[in-house]
Every structure is written in structure tokens, then in C-alpha cells.
């Protein structure tokens, strides 16, 4: 992938130092004071998850950082990875009272890290139920976000959930697909070890795929959770994409992240403009790219990326190509990549080439990055499990599917949302099959 000298350790945290620094103890203390403690706080409401955000700022204030902490977990048992990797401005802080005033926002989600790494540094652990309180026995397939908030509220409350995953760690994209300088790998897998200290029993490298090893997790199990996610990132579909020298940004997110991939160099072209995109264009030029293009179809006001992550990356020095479509990916004499595209425009809604606007971007890896496709093959195999526009068809409440064996939550259901949706979902199913399971043992 490169001739340059790869990245050690030491360089490689330095290079992706964290976008948001910890706030020191004092100045926790004075940001926490600066909260209003609102009664019907719009802060709260806006979580997701329903964080306690006044709860948790008081006890900051106070110096209670422990039963600030524990007031997160409550509500959001991946509190520590949601303070890193929540879209803030656009939930909790976007509704603080302070906006009206034209003031700056409590900075809550800083707050809520500074209790969660009291935490961890503390070596506190999650009170929970005694193994066994419920007799209830639920497999959740999938090792992310929704399944781990599942499993760790069954858990909680005292009966018995596996987490099954197909990668060696669990975590999902917390531990695979978040850009380093955001949430590194190893505060994802820590988190996990918490959810572990419940109760949770993990399987990983285990692959659930056909209807066999549906059934075989039905005869085990009272009840399954499929926290599935979504499937591999789309295809671009044009000549040339299966050359060497193209990785999906979820690879190489995950690639650099388990150490995998520690220098690139030359330019690197990135497909698309969503949150992920700008991720793996962040991450390129941190590990070296000396130019990096991010390549989309459509305008700037059309992108689908956050306003803070586009201006983040341009920060970041990533140039952006609007209106340009890849058509084919080839190679020049030297052996470089070359990705052609043209030049499209909007009529009556439907994106046209513009005639004579064929140009190549000279590149040394491409990266398409233009979203995830569902879990079709799996989903086929889910009998009584409605599945439209390739996601499973569940009750916004509780999670339950068409099938009363089988409740869902995440990505597989929403189509791709925040860590924290994930969160909310997989708590309310946990809540809804424990419900479930007692009424029917009544």
C-alpha cells in the first residue's frame, strides 16, 4: 500500500490525537455550575436514550462524580462512547435552553465524559441482578451497539443473554467503524468488558447466516435479538472496481484502527459525502495522504454529512469535487490508479452527463464510501420476520417483529441511524422481552 516507513505506535496516537479533549476537574466543575438545571429539560428530551443530562451535571457539581456516572449508565449503557461520537449539536446541546439566549450551550456531552472516565479510572463497576432472577434466555446476534444495550439491560435485570458476532471483537462499529479520533478501539472494547461484568456471555467469530443456525440458536434460546446492523458498504458498480488498490472506508477504518493499516502516501479518492465518507477522508490524510479528493455527484448543500464534519475535513485539508460522477477506475503507464468520471447536473430532479467533461483523477487508492446494503441473505432466512426496503419491519415501542420469538433494534431496523438510536432501541426490546417472558410465566 505504500514505500514509506509505516507509523508506530507512538506516532500513529499522535497523528490521531481526539478532536475534543477531556475537560480538567475545575473546569468540569465551572461548566457543570453554568447548567440551569431546567425541570423539563429539552436536553433530555432530545437524548435518545432520555439521559438525565441536569441529573448527572448536578452531581458533577457537586463532586459526585461516581452517582454521576451511574446516572448516565442508567439511562444509556454506552454512555462513555456516546459522549465521544454523539452528534450533539445536532441533539442534546442543539436543545439547550442556553441557544435562546444566545449563548454557548452547555457542553454536555464533554460533561458526560468526565464522569465516565472517572469511571473507568476509578474501577468502579455496574450494580446488577443476580444471575438468574429471570429465567428468560436471549441470543443476540450481532456485537453492536443495540445488542450489547440489550444484552446489558437483560442482564441488569437478572436473566441471561450471548451476544453472538462474527468478528473477532465485539463493539460493532464503536470498535470497527468510528474514526480513531473520535473513539479508539481499545474505549469500545472497554466498554465491552463493563457489559461482560454483568452476566453477558460473548461468541465471537461466529457466524450466523442461514436458516440452520437460526434455528439451532431457536431451540437454545426463549427469545432471539437481531442487532444485525447493516451489511457491507455498496458497490460503486463501474468497470475496474474490484482493482488492487480499492478498499470500501469501512475497511479501511477498520484497518487502521486494529493496526492493520498504518501509512498511506500520494492521493487517496473518496466516493461520496456522507459522516463515514469524511471519516475515511480524515483518516487518509492523517495517515499521510499528501492530497485526498472526496468525489460526490451531487452539490454541497445536498451532501449528506453533518455541517460540523464537512467543515471538520476541510479543516482536515480534504478537497471536495461536487457534481462528479466515477464511471470507470483504470491504471496509467506508471501503474497508478486513475479514476474517470464526468461531470453530471440536476434536470427535473434526475441527475444528466454533461457531454465532453470526461477527466481522471490520478490516485494511489481509491475509496468508495457511498453507503452500507442491507443484510438480504440473512433476512430471507427470518421466517414470520416482515423485512421492507431491506429492513426488519419491528414495533417502534418494543422492538417485537412479526415473528413473537424474534425482536429487532439498530441499524437492521432504522436503516442506518447514531449510536445512541442503536442504544435506545436495544434497551426497549430488552425491557419489552423481559415483559413478555412474565407475563407468559405468570
Known amino acids: 500500500m505504500s514505500t514509506a516507513a509505516a507509523l508506530d505506535d507512538e506516532q500513529l496516537r499522535a497523528r490521531f490525537v481526539e478532536l475534543k479533549p477531556a475537560l480538567a476537574a475545575q473546569a468540569a466543575r465551572i461548566e457543570a455550575d453554568r447548567c440551569l438545571n431546567c425541570f423539563d429539560a429539552p436536553c433530555t428530551a432530545a437524548c435518545p436514550t432520555h439521559i438525565d443530562v441536569p441529573g448527572f451535571i448536578k452531581r458533577i457539581a457537586s463532586k459526585n462524580l461516581r452517582g454521576s456516572a451511574l446516572r448516565i449508565l442508567d439511562a444509556n449503557i454506552l454512555g462513555a462512547s456516546c459522549a465521544r461520537v454523539c452528534p450533539v449539536d445536532v441533539l442534546c446541546e442543539g436543545a439547550c435552553v442556553m441557544n435562546r439566549q444566545n449563548r454557548k450551550p452547555i457542553q454536555i456531552a464533554l460533561l458526560q465524559r468526565h464522569a465516565m472516565d472517572f469511571f473507568w479510572s476509578s474501577g468502579e463497576t455496574m450494580p446488577a441482578a443476580a444471575p438468574g432472577a429471570h429465567k428468560v434466555r436471549v441470543a443476540c446476534i450481532g456485537g453492536g451497539p443495540a445488542s450489547l444495550a440489550c444484552a446489558a439491560e437483560l442482564c441488569r435485570r437478572g436473566a441471561r443473554a450471548t451476544v453472538i458476532d462474527r468478528r473477532d471483537l465485539p463493539g460493532g462499529l464503536n470498535t470497527y467503524g468510528v474514526a480513531e479520533y473520535k473513539l479508539r478501539a ?37 427469545f432471539i435479538f437481531l442487532g444485525l446492523g447493516l451489511g457491507a458498504m455498496q458497490r460503486l458498480n463501474i468497470p475496474g472496481e474490484e482493482s488492487e488498490g480499492v478498499m470500501n472506508a469501512l475497511e479501511l477504518i477498520a484497518a487502521y484502527k486494529t493496526g492493520h493499516l498504518r501509512q498511506l502516501h500520494g492521493t487517496v479518492a473518496v466516493v461520496g459525502a456522507g459522516n463515514t465518507a469524511i471519516d475515511a477522508a480524515n483518516a487518509a490524510r492523517r495517515l499521510g495522504a499528501e492530497t485526498v479528493y472526496m468525489v460526490y455527484r451531487r452539490s454541497e448543500a445536498e451532501m449528506s454529512a453533518f455541517d460540523f464534519e464537512y467543515e471538520h475535513a476541510k479543516q482536515e485539508g480534504v478537497q471536495f469535487l461536487w457534481h462528479r460522477k466515477p464511471v470507470a477506475i483504470g491504471r496509467d503507464e506508471p501503474g497508478r490508479l486513475l479514476l474517470e468520471t464526468v461531470q453530471v447536473r440536476e434536470t427535473n430532479g434526475k441527475l444528466e452527463v454533461v457531454p465532453g467533461t470526461e477527466s481522471a483523477i490520478a490516485c494511489d487508492l481509491v475509496v468508495p464510501a457511498i453507503g452500507q446494503s442491507p443484510l438480504t441473505q440473512l433476512l430471507q432466512d427470518l421466517r414470520g420476520v416482515e423485512i421492507r426496503d431491506g429492513k426488519i419491519v419491528a414495533d417502534r415501542g418494543t422492538g417485537r417483529t412479526g415473528n413473537p420469538k424474534y425482536y429487532a433494534g439498530g441499524d437492521c431496523v432504522n436503516g442506518g441511524r447514531e449510536v445512541v438510536d442503536a442504544v435506545a432501541g436495544g434497551k426497549r426490546a430488552a425491557m419489552a422481552i423481559l415483559k413478555t417472558a412474565e407475563a407468559t410465566h405468570a
Open 186 to 222: 481499545s474505549d469500545s472494547v472497554r466498554e465491552v468488558e463493563m457489559i461482560r461484568r454483568l452476566g453477558v456471555e460473548f461468541r465471537c467469530g461466529v457466524e450466523v447466516d442461514s436458516a440452520d443456525s437460526l434455528e439451532a440458536l431457536e431451540a437454545g434460546f426463549d
